[in-house]
């Protein structure tokens, strides 16, 4: 390594490596789950700090003009050679010190460690587009807020949202051109096998999604009957016959012969993708549709994060609003129209199972399972009491079976419930999960 000049520079430098040097030598290896969680928080953190500046130093050379003393193109360039990074890595960095420029607040969360560069990446997708880089710059401590309190998986799904709302017509235009541009090829290589590749917009990717996995879902559970057939209940994914990748063709293939022979089987169910759509935005496209001048946009929704902004679906597959809208009217896809809370129906105590309307109601109020950390998708997750159905055999002083009780739990955190876990959600949405100690998991 050559010598950095500054002395200041250099022995701060150093005294990080020697840290870094230290905490190898003395190796991560946690006691317990306790020191698990510290321990993934500090070296986050610790990465977190190297990161900013990582990108502080393109900013830097950027700014300086260094780079052009090597006869370097940019600091772009300059650093992917010196740092021997991937033309990606080097392009990644030099995004973010670009919008780093005009978002200090967010600059300084991360330079804190407060937020990652994935979500520094995310708020730096958004700002390079033009149409609402303003709009980004007035709301940039939003930003490094909402980047803070949510995971990522959610602050993305804010960010995208809210694009698509300030650049209404900018989404709607990709997504027609991804729409006029679909695509579906079939290709043979040199070695006799084929290759699949497509593409087309948000709403029929949605449907189709939909079908595959449905198909995909159909074709796992026939591998799990034959290891369980072979194996027993002691049958791991080991012994399944298929690989994913296998399965996942397989699915394709069937939907393939499926279509071709016109076959329905007797008493089938039908496949739908659920759109979930906030009323405003439902009501401000259909105004357009039919021909009225829809509300402009006001400040309040401009904001970000757009509160109760959603078009998407059951596991937040963002869908364009437009086309959501249009094929809704016409009877293409099931509309969800869901208000702020977000609760469709109330079945009271009358059934003691989340079935048809009540199970999706509840499925509406989350993409994910509700677990912190879990990313099942919220189609593959059950319907689950919040306050069990029964306290006794009698079911009296049990919880009522509606969408206020009731959260999307995946199979294995809905079993975890049962063992002293206990969870809730407070008014604002979120969810709180309290470990049998009485400690809550963050």
């Given at each position: 390594?050559?010598?950095?000049?500054?002395?200041?520079?250099?022995?701060?430098?150093?005294?990080?490596?020697?840290?870094?040097?230290?905490?190898?030598?003395?190796?991560?290896?946690?006691?317990?789950?306790?020191?698990?969680?510290?321990?993934?928080?500090?070296?986050?953190?610790?990465?977190?700090?190297?990161?900013?500046?990582?990108?502080?130093?393109?900013?830097?050379?950027?700014?300086?003009?260094?780079?052009?003393?090597?006869?370097?193109?940019?600091?772009?360039?300059?650093?992917?050679?010196?740092?021997?990074?991937?033309?990606?890595?080097?392009?990644?960095?030099?995004?973010?010190?670009?919008?780093?420029?005009?978002?200090?607040?967010?600059?300084?969360?991360?330079?804190?460690?407060?937020?990652?560069?994935?979500?520094?990446?995310?708020?730096?997708?958004?700002?390079?587009?033009?149409?609402?880089?303003?709009?980004?710059?007035?709301?940039?401590?939003?930003?490094?807020?909402?980047?803070?309190?949510?995971?990522?998986?959610?602050?993305?799904?804010?960010?995208?949202?809210?694009?698509?709302?300030?650049?209404?017509?900018?989404?709607?235009?990709?997504?027609?051109?991804?729409?006029?541009?679909?695509?579906?090829?079939?290709?043979?290589?040199?070695?006799?096998?084929?290759?699949?590749?497509?593409?087309?917009?948000?709403?029929?990717?949605?449907?189709?999604?939909?079908?595959?996995?449905?198909?995909?879902?159909?074709?796992?559970?026939?591998?799990?009957?034959?290891?369980?057939?072979?194996?027993?209940?002691?049958?791991?994914?080991?012994?399944?016959?298929?690989?994913?990748?296998?399965?996942?063709?397989?699915?394709?293939?069937?939907?393939?012969?499926?279509?071709?022979?016109?076959?329905?089987?007797?008493?089938?169910?039908?496949?739908?993708?659920?759109?979930?759509?906030?009323?405003?935005?439902?009501?401000?496209?259909?105004?357009?549709?039919?021909?009225?001048?829809?509300?402009?946009?006001?400040?309040?929704?401009?904001?970000?994060?757009?509160?109760?902004?959603?078009?998407?679906?059951?596991?937040?597959?963002?869908?364009?609003?437009?086309?959501?809208?249009?094929?809704?009217?016409?009877?293409?896809?099931?509309?969800?129209?869901?208000?702020?809370?977000?609760?469709?129906?109330?079945?009271?105590?009358?059934?003691?199972?989340?079935?048809?309307?009540?199970?999706?109601?509840?499925?509406?109020?989350?993409t994910t399972c509700y677990w912190p950390g879990c990313h099942v998708p919220v189609t593959d997750c059950q319907s689950d009491h919040l306050t069990p159905w029964s306290t006794g055999r009698t079911g009296e002083g049990g919880g009522s079976t509606n969408p206020r009780n009731g959260g999307?739990?995946?199979?294995?955190?809905?079993?975890?419930?049962?063992?002293?876990?206990?969870?809730?959600?407070?008014?604002?949405?979120?969810?709180?999960?309290?470990?049998?100690?009485?400690?809550?998991?963050?």
């Amino acid at each position: 390594m050559e010598t950095v000049c500054d002395p200041t520079r250099a022995e701060a430098l150093a005294a990080a490596i020697a840290a870094v040097d230290t905490l190898q030598r003395v190796g991560v290896a946690p006691d317990d789950v306790a020191e698990a969680r510290a321990l993934t928080v500090g070296v986050e953190t610790l990465g977190r700090k190297v990161q900013s500046v990582q990108i502080d130093l393109v900013a830097e050379i950027e700014r300086s003009g260094f780079h052009a003393g090597d006869g370097h193109a940019s600091a772009k360039v300059m650093v992917r050679h010196h740092a021997n990074l991937s033309t990606r890595e080097a392009a990644r960095r030099a995004a973010c010190a670009k919008a780093l420029r005009s978002l200090p607040t967010v600059g300084a969360a991360f330079a804190e460690g407060a937020i990652g560069r994935c979500q520094v990446e995310r708020i730096a997708r958004a700002h390079a587009n033009p149409r609402v880089r303003s709009a980004v710059e007035a709301n940039e401590a939003s930003f490094a807020t909402e980047a803070q309190t949510n995971t990522y998986r959610v602050f993305d799904q804010k960010v995208r949202e809210w694009v698509s709302l300030v650049d209404e017509d900018g989404t709607r235009d990709r997504d027609q051109a991804a729409h006029d541009k679909r695509d579906a090829r079939l290709h043979q290589n040199f070695d006799g096998g084929w290759e699949i590749t497509g593409r087309c917009g948000s709403l029929v990717g949605a449907e189709l999604w939909s079908i595959f996995q449905a198909q995909l879902k159909a074709e796992t559970l026939a591998d799990w009957d034959k290891a369980r057939a072979e194996h027993g209940d002691a049958a791991t994914t080991a012994d399944l016959p298929r690989t994913d990748a296998q399965r996942r063709f397989d699915a394709l293939e069937e939907i393939f012969r499926s279509a071709a022979a016109h076959h329905a089987s007797e008493g089938g169910s039908q496949v739908v993708t659920n759109v979930v759509i906030d009323q405003p935005t439902f009501e401000h496209i259909a105004a357009r549709l039919a021909g009225i001048d829809p509300t402009p946009v006001d400040d309040a929704r401009a904001t970000f994060p757009a509160a109760g902004r959603r078009c998407s679906t059951l596991d937040g597959h963002p869908i364009e609003p437009t086309a959501a809208v249009a094929n809704a009217l016409i009877g293409h896809v099931r509309r969800v129209v869901v208000g702020s809370d977000s609760v469709v129906i109330d079945l009271g105590r009358k059934s003691r199972l989340f079935t048809g309307p009540a199970a999706l109601a509840v499925k509406l109020s989350s993409t994910t399972c509700y677990w912190p950390g879990c990313h099942v998708p919220v189609t593959d997750c059950q319907s689950d009491h919040l306050t069990p159905w029964s306290t006794g055999r009698t079911g009296e002083g049990g919880g009522s079976t509606n969408p206020r009780n009731g959260g999307p739990a995946c199979g294995r955190h809905n079993r975890l419930r049962t063992h002293g876990y206990t969870t809730w959600r407070d008014p604002t949405g979120t969810w709180h999960i309290t470990r049998p100690d009485g400690t809550e998991i963050t």
